[in-house]
């Protein structure tokens, strides 16, 4: 496991809880922003559509 400087994890920090912060407050400008660092065929995954996907995908 590689060390990560502290700074740069507090930052990371930080936008992470900017991020969550923005996504409760202004769901549409979070969509916008993600889309901006990602692409514009970005989705989110809901908890909801993974689960399915997990158990979907295994073979038992």
Do not use: C, H, Y
């Not at 400087?5 to 769901?27: T, Y």
Request: glycine share 4%.
């Amino acid at each position: 496991m590689s060390d990560v400087n502290p700074i740069i994890q507090g930052m990371a920090d930080k936008w992470e809880e900017s991020m969550v912060m923005l996504a409760e407050n202004d769901p549409q400008a979070f969509l916008a922003e993600m889309r901006r660092l990602n692409g514009p065929d970005w989705k989110p995954q809901t908890s909801m559509n993974s689960a399915s996907e997990m158990s979907n995908s295994s073979p038992e």
